[in-house]
């Protein structure tokens, strides 16, 4: 975020117009809700996941969460009048949910049982810079503007105040002092990698007309996924009904209603109708909301390396929706 206050605010605003790809799709009024929707949602489920899995297998509650999600989701596209989808229409949103749901979602899931549930979010903070990156490396890609590196840079300095490496290759005295799990780390930043490459993926994949049926699929087919891992690794056979906390039942329903179908509806849309990067933006609050809910509802220690670090990332984020605009929107003015 640049030192204006009203950078962000900006970075939101300004490009809907230019980034909306229907006339149908124009509602201002849709996009903030779902973007709220996004921001609220998406940063409560951090701790939601870490209450479920208390005494849920993770792979097993993730898988179970997703494809009955899906399937909730799937009827009620039927029922709203979308058509069934085509075969390159399956093939393309099985992918994505392999990657937003299967991959990033499944890492997360895992790591919630490792690392604060705050920080969770802190790594999915930085989104916005690993889409940077993997969208000039890919084939075609164009490289960023200087502002954009530098915000890139900026944000790498943020991960490592965030992880701080050097507790991992020193003597074991040291290690052993660091306050994070480094296999939590880990599995949260492959998630992450996962969730921009599916971003980029599905801005040119092939999708249904309706968001719904997007949404029903991706679900759907990212959580049969994490069915089968589940059933490879043993977690079926951890579930041990009587042991069943009511926080984590409760937990388990509310990432159902409103982390899968609410929040994924939502997103969906958004990359549907707007770019990649503003539809990652989220990021800018979600932090905020799963340290508040980590701290007050889960009895979370905010150190503060956390805070350093989102408040460097946050700004590289904001440096590089800045520039990134500023670079998508010379061509039109010239």
């Not at 809700?33 to 939601?48: E, K, M, P, R």
């Not at 943020?158 to 074991?172: D, E």
Request: charged share 10%.
């Amino acid at each position: 975020m640049s030192s204006s206050p009203q950078s962000s605010a900006e970075f939101i605003e300004a490009p809907i117009a230019s980034t909306i790809k229907s006339p149908e799709a124009s509602s201002r009024a849709t996009f903030y809700v779902a973007f709220t929707a996004v921001c609220l949602i998406w940063g409560s489920t951090y701790l939601g996941v870490r209450f479920a899995i208390e005494t849920l297998p993770p792979l097993a509650m993730a898988g179970v969460r997703f494809t009955i999600a899906g399937i909730i989701m799937l009827i009620y596209a039927r029922l709203s009048g979308a058509a069934l989808p085509t075969l390159p229409q399956v093939r393309s949103t099985v992918i994505i949910g392999s990657l937003l749901v299967s991959a990033c979602n499944g890492m997360f899931t895992l790591a919630m049982g490792r690392v604060p549930s705050s920080l969770g979010a802190l790594v999915a903070t930085s989104l916005p810079i690993w889409m940077v990156l993997l969208d000039w490396l890919r084939p075609a890609g164009k490289r960023p503007v200087n502002g954009v590196l530098a915000g890139v840079a900026l944000g790498f300095t943020g991960i490592v105040v965030l992880v701080q490496p050097w507790h991992y290759f020193t003597n074991s005295t040291m290690q052993n002092s660091h306050p994070f799990d480094a296999v939590g780390f880990a599995l949260m930043f492959v998630g992450t990698i996962a969730w921009a490459v599916g971003s980029i993926f599905a801005r040119q994949a092939e999708l249904p007309a309706s968001p719904k049926m997007t949404t029903a699929l991706e679900l759907l087919g990212g959580g049969v996924i994490l069915l089968v891992v589940a059933a490879f690794v043993g977690d079926f056979g951890r579930i041990h009904p009587e042991n069943i906390s009511l926080k984590s039942m409760l937990a388990f329903l509310y990432l159902i209603v409103f982390g899968s179908i609410a929040a994924f509806s939502a997103y969906a849309w958004l990359l549907q109708n707007v770019s990649a990067a503003l539809a990652s933006s989220y990021t800018y609050i979600n932090p905020i909301v799963a340290l508040l809910l980590g701290a007050t509802l889960g009895g979370e220690v905010i150190l503060p390396e956390m805070i350093a670090a989102m408040v460097v990332i946050l700004l590289a984020v904001g440096l590089i929706a800045k520039y990134r605009t500023a670079s998508q929107q010379a061509p039109s003015e010239q």
